[in-house]
């Protein structure tokens, strides 16, 4: 890294720069060192211990051994909710990518008011996660909501159908929700084909290839990076998805919305059964972590980073 | 993408920029429809929001709406909600800001011992769950006292947020090492190597990540539903939440005002600062 990591040993001017940096790189880092220790490291610990315990938040945790995790192979919700997280996910995740692909790719083009266009598209990504827009939806699309007068008008005849309170339809609802919000995706997808040259596209035109040869020997090998990176991140924060849950559907109906991790909220803080809650984030850690270390290991396979 | 490269518009060039057009303006009412739709309800006269639904322009137009939907709120109105918002979001940037930033100068600058096993742990923190922390996180800060108060949701940002640690470690790397060295010549430490030319050069990271700390912190569910039931330190979030229940509400075009004026901030501040972060958001995805 520095002159200092040479293997000459060192003179006393040397000795006494090296220390100081690791003082002054201690003192820089310490607040998130801090952190790390008091609002993390510390706090993950305590949930692994109270995930062997039995403990309702007042009284001491009782030992429990791993009873929390056997109860959980024999609880029908949590399997549910297992299977329902992962439908979302894999849903969600290519549908919001290949959106904000799709409309990066249309906005790369040079028309006239790509950035308004752009900006519009964008905004409902300013309130991903916003109780307002929860809100809006849960009305939007229930009985009596826009997404049904709408289709009332368009199929003249009256549509009363509850697509958030209906066990077939629910979970998309919420689907669709996460896809409105693509444009972060989209911004990163438009800079990421900026970056591609131009003279590529000329040199596959001059060779006659097609505009499907052009996007998928070029667009989209150069874009693999930006693809991973999107990816982690959607796959990520699709299984944290826990807001929209609460306040749209409560989980319901018959459970066909209870996303993992607003079981495990409702397991902890409606149920009190805290042990069995951190029993089971530590299940959904263990479940990203797999996904995050498959994703990372196969990116070695699809990743194209140019030298 | 190819139009680019023709040089004459011709009558075809023309044609495909209408269609363009058309399925852009299109897409764009699309995406806006939801926002356009709260806007609309929020001045429609209340027993019309749902017999109208279709309907973005109200018969007449009810700015009552707006007082009735801020007073009828529980026991305060929503200016304590507003109130509290804005302090939560205002503590919260300020401490996730001025924390990241020199927590970035140390990685992006500094040759500590133990620099990148530091750094693989601050990336694994990106990819931590939430919901891992939140029962032991709620125990402690029970037992401190803490409930009730917004502590345990503006503390926390005082250390750091390894997303902001992240976008200002990225853009600091790419600030010319010159300039360290020429301080250096000049016999300057550290300390003064970061407030002299790091902090201020780094005033656009600064300010993408002040955007995104407060859009988050303002918009911020889970900590606030979890630490505060006192309706007195209701954030907004929590406040719409709890007034959104069908079997108590009726005044659905009150609530709708309030919405509305909850995301208000959110699109000032997006309207000020979009320069800063659109260029935050696709450098982000770019750099590593």
Known sequence: MTAATAKKPMTKGARLRKRRNNLAGLAFISPWLFGLLVFTSIPMLYSLYLSFTKFDGLGDPKWYGLNNYINMFQDGVFWKSVGITFQYVFILVPLRLSAALGVAMVLASNHRGIGLYRTVYYIPSLLSGSVAIAIIWSKLFGTDGAINGILTMMLGRPMTYNW???????????????????????????????????????????????????????????????????????????????????????????????????????????????????????????????????????????????? | MMQSIKPRMSRRTIRSGVIFHTLAVLFGVIMIYPLVWMVASSLKPNEEVFTTVTSLIPSRVVWHNYVEG????????????????????????????ASSSLVAFAFARIPFAGRKACFAILMGTMLLPAQVLLIPQYIMFKS????????????????????????????????????????????????????????????????????????????????????????????????LKMFSDPSTQTNWSGLFAMTTLSIVPVLLVFMFFQKYLVEGVATTGMKN
């Open chain 1, 164 to 307: 958030v309170g209906e066990p077939a339809t629910a979970l998309y609802s919420l689907i669709l929700l996460g896809c409105w919000h693509f444009g972060s995706s989209m911004l990163i997808f438009v800079s990421g084909l900026k970056q591609i040259p131009q003279s590529y596209y000329e040199a596959a035109l001059i060779d006659g290839a097609s505009p499907w040869q052009r996007f998928s020997r070029i667009t989209l090998p150069m874009l693999t990076p930006v693809i991973f990176f999107n990816l982690v991140m959607g796959i990520i924060n699709a299984f944290k998805a826990f807001s929209e849950a609460l306040i749209i559907t409560d989980g319901g109906p018959m459970n066909r919305t209870m996303l993992f991790a607003l079981y495990i909220y409702k397991q902890g803080f409606t149920y009190f059964k805290m042990g069995y809650a951190c029993a089971m984030s530590w299940v959904l850690l263990l479940i990203i972590s797999v996904f995050s270390i498959f994703v990372f290991k196969s990116s070695d396979g699809w990743v194209h980073y140019e030298e």
């Open chain 2, 144 to 239: 401190m006292g803490w409930i009730n108060t917004f502590l345990p949701i503006i503390i926390p940002q005082f250390c750091g947020v390894p997303f902001f640690i992240f976008l200002n470690i990225q853009f600091m790397r790419g600030v010319p090492r010159e300039l360290d060295e020429a301080a250096e010549m000049d016999g300057c430490g550290w300390l003064k190597k970061y407030t002299m030319i790091l902090l201020p050069l780094s005033k656009p990271s600064l300010i993408t990540s002040a955007i995104f700390a407060f859009y988050w912190s303002w918009q911020e569910f889970l900590g606030p539903l979890i630490y505060l039931s006192k309706p007195r330190m209701y954030p907004l979030s929590i406040a």
């Open chain 2, 70 to 97: 801020w007073q009828s709120a529980g026991r305060y109105t929503y200016a304590t909600y507003f109130k509290n918002s804005f302090i939560i979001a205002i503590f919260s940037t300020i401490g996730g800001v």
